[in-house]
């Protein structure tokens, strides 16, 4: 009943809120991408939705239009060059994140669920068909978000995603949006040109 109804009724309205409320500060934000390197103030890219299908998804764009394209920022060598001024505090603070709101009104995603994985990313899609985390709606923030996000190796991050579609309810979802807050405050898990740096030995445990 959660999931099916209620869920997706929050993310209606609050996503709405959100578009209405932040309008004017993504304008803001757009401006500063905009002034502050060449090219688009959207990224889109191509991600993995729910039951595997793809769907386009945008942010703020942090790196420079040369950038290699559908290519994980872990996976780049020196990263930090790709990325522009703004873009560096705009991922520090997940701002870059905020046009993800349209895809949860419209359906795409949720408020909470796994991060969405790029549509190439054959062994993250593949470690989180072993928990059925592909058949529920990616999320803006989520589980694995807030226990170690970019440090996390990915069988580690499959496997939390996996405790988040077991666990799935109303209290555990305000766990997870509360905890993405304070993450974000403290800067937490953000770790540009590395993942999984979270050693076996320091695993969040659900409780």
Known sequence: MYQRTIKRFIDIVLSLVGLIVLAIPMLVFA???KLDSPGPVLFWQKRVGLHKQTFMMPKFRTMYTDTPANMPTHLLS??????????????K???????????????????????PALWNQDD???ERDKYGANDV??????????????ELEIPVKARLD????QNISFLFDCRCFFGTIFKVLRHDGVVEGGTGT????????LK
């Open 124 to 126: 993250l899609i593949e």
């Open 198 to 205: 979270l050693h076996e030995e320091k695993e969040p445990a």
């Open 162 to 165: 996996g405790e988040y579609v």
């Open 31 to 33: 401006l500063i991408v």
């Open 93 to 115: 603070l997940s701002i870059d994140e905020l046009p993800q709101i349209l895809c949860i009104f419209t359906g795409k995603m949720s408020i909470i669920g796994p991060r």
């Open 78 to 91: 020196d990263p930090q060059r790709w990325i522009t001024r703004s873009g560096a505090w705009f991922r």
């Open 137 to 150: 709606r990616p999320g803006l923030t989520g589980w694995a978000q807030i226990n170690g996000r970019d």
